[in-house]
């Protein structure tokens, strides 16, 4: 019992301290009077923020969704110009989002795979079918006529990797 009490007179302590280490340089950086209950005041809304529902789901990490776009085709020719690649795959393109797909616009990471330029020796030609490069872009995607549409002027490269 008497180690709990010791425990909670520090703690009393220690915010007493640190109140009047607040006030006090409140009243040397502002020269003049600290107004001690507007002070209080932010503080406690300044942790109960912390502690409110919609902060707390911001930070908690969720997956990705995963949406469907409409113009496919258009996006890996933009991704092809942007990373000077010969070929994205459309099949392999994958976009999602974090963004409520309640919004008029989401930020969409677009992921596809991209191919070299086929490699010459000898004489032979040889055209591989496995992807050379990982394009990782971001861009911005509108709801036009209830189907999802990227704008490819707005997709900016993040990383491209190449694959062994």
Not at 28 to 44: C, F, K, N
Not at 72 to 97: H, I, P, Y
Request: net charge negative; no cysteine.
């Amino acid at each position: 019992m008497a180690k709990a009490l010791r425990i909670i007179l520090v703690v009393v302590l220690f915010v007493v301290f640190f109140e009047i280490g607040l006030f006090s340089s409140y009243t040397i950086v502002a020269a003049e009077a600290p107004d001690i209950e507007g002070l209080i005041d932010m503080q406690i809304s300044k942790i109960t923020g912390i502690f409110n529902s919609d902060n707390v789901n911001n930070v908690l990490v969720k997956d990705p969704t995963v949406v469907n776009i409409t113009n496919k085709r258009d996006v890996a020719q933009s991704l092809e110009d942007l990373s000077k690649v010969d070929g994205v795959n459309v099949d392999s393109m994958n976009v999602t989002t974090y963004d409520d797909k309640d919004n008029e616009e989401l930020n969409v990471t677009i992921e596809a795979l991209g191919y070299a330029s086929p490699s010459s020796n000898s004489s032979q030609i040889v055209i591989s079918q496995d992807p050379s490069y990982k394009i990782v872009a971001e861009g911005n995607a509108t709801f036009k006529g209830g189907s999802l549409v990227v704008d490819v002027d707005s997709i900016t490269i993040q990383s491209i990797l190449k694959l062994y």
